[in-house]
């Protein structure tokens, strides 16, 4: 007596098709379990039987063995369990044979009482399921994350005995199929109002943020304690434009793995905005750990991370960073398993100059010696220094204190201010020869892989000459030229120009980072 039930295996960012057996062979009463972590056998067979007596099934007597292929594969949790009890009750003859002619799949916990539990990552795994055209069995408690996978056919479930009526040929239960709707434009909070009406001065770090919103050019805010860096750059998530559909179902499948919920990225739309503290652990930021899971950096996809106090960060942790700024994914590797994560992310940073952070704001303000200042932004090196395409030196601005409320005038500035990075945006991708596929973080000007200094970029000869004497006469590395050049092009975006001028690349030079203004 056998019987076999299709499943899936998540495998971080992917799923793999697998088989849940069972054989009931003569021989004294036994249970053995093989394919799942060692230990688990006792507890499953504990579920298993309280699960199938509650259902008014009797436990099969024999030599049960029990399997989950393929079984090189490295499985833990309750994901089975379901599958299992499913394949049990098919083997001991108990129902008869299942009826169900179309090609299915199961994935949900028992409880003692038969009750059907919600499982966790499983968004690989209805993805793979959609794509092979199968009928899923899963949880009702699961059905955030079916509705959010597009065509697929689910049945929702409750208890145990609602599966074997449906298999036997009852129809009392539903089959749904999940259609996404099309995302509209995230609403403007209140919050983020308050924040960008009560900002004032800074005009220059505020042009800076502009641009590192519209083409998503790295940029750090250096400056005093107090001076506004880090309100101003949590304003930046607010003013970008809403997530695709192809990207927000990117973040979903991450979100899942990670066991992580955020209804304002993956309800409404709006890009993640990753703020860690700098107590972070570098397994935090890039990820990993025993079942390798997504870290902050793969959190932020699409969207931006923030890393405030920049200068308290210790070098092993900034060094992560280099891998995902230059080819946007992260590998993770380990004895037995690998992992591609996908992590494009604009990086926003602020930091104090010096460890009183004082260092900006004229003579007799700041009490540290030259080697100190020196040596406190030592944990950026020289290439994580060069990956920055914005650097905005600030100082504390003399404010009017009082209370202001939001008025119309404010909410059509916040408008305009968001309009003007779409714009932009869309002024870039129509630039790139087939627009309609390409889609998010891919095409803007900071990050465009295609991206070239002629042609329908906008630079002509005169312009190019002129850039290159100044990056001559400055001792620019190519990989800085590059980005002052991405940065001279979307200043002329913001100002929905096709063509280059002098002045835009007189700005971005004024913008390029150089660690050698703050001694």
Known sequence: MYSQIKTYIPQGFEA???????????????FALSGLSSGKSREVESRLRAALLAAGLLWPKGRIICGISPAWLPKTGSLYDL?????????????????LSCPYCVMGELGLDGTIRPVPSIFPNLEAAVKAQELVFLPKENLVEAEAVD????????????????????????????TCKALGPPPIREADLVAFTAYQGQAHARRGLML???????????????????????????????????????????????????????????????????????TGLSGGGQNLKPGLFSLAH????????????????????????????????RANHSLKLPANFLLLAAANPCRCGYALEGEGQCHCS???????????????????????????????????????????????????IKKAWDLAKSRMEDSSKIGGYSYQNGVNPHFKANGHFGFQPSILNYANQLANQAKLSMRSYQQVIRTARTIADLDQREEIQTADIDEALFYRPDPQKIM
């Open 302 to 333: 699409s969207g931006i991370l923030f890393l405030d106090e920049l200068g308290e960060y210790s070098a092993a942790k900034l060094e992560r960073l280099r891998e995902p700024m230059s080819s946007h994914h992260i590998y993770l590797v």
């Open 16 to 30: 793999i098709p697998a088989l849940v057996e069972a054989s009931i062979l003569p021989g004294l009463p036994s």
């Open 83 to 99: 599958g299992l009890a499913l394949a049990l009750i098919e083997a001991s003859g108990q129902v008869g044979a299942f009826q």
């Open 212 to 282: 590192a919103l519209a083409g998503l050019h790295p940029l750090i805010l250096l400056g005093a304690p107090g001076c506004g860096k880090t309100m101003l750059l949590s304003l930046s998530a607010s003013l970008l434009p809403g997530l695709e559909q192809e990207e927000l179902q990117v973040l979903r499948k991450i979100y899942s793995v990670a066991q992580i919920e955020d209804p304002e990225v993956l309800d409404l739309g709006k890009r993640p905005f990753v703020a860690p503290h700098f107590s972070v652990s570098p």
């Open 151 to 178: 065509g697929l056919t689910y049945l929702p479930l409750n208890q145990l005995v609602e599966v074997l009526d449906y298999l036997r040929g009852g129809r009392s239960l539903q089959a749904h199929k999940s």
């Open 370 to 420: 030259d080697q100190a200042i020196a040596n406190y932004l030592k944990s950026i090196s020289g290439a994580l220094w060069n990956r920055f395409h914005l650097m905005v030196l600030m100082r504390r601005q003399a404010v009017k204190l009082g209370e202001k409320k939001v008025d119309q005038a404010d909410r059509t500035a916040f408008v305009q201010a968001q309009e003007k």
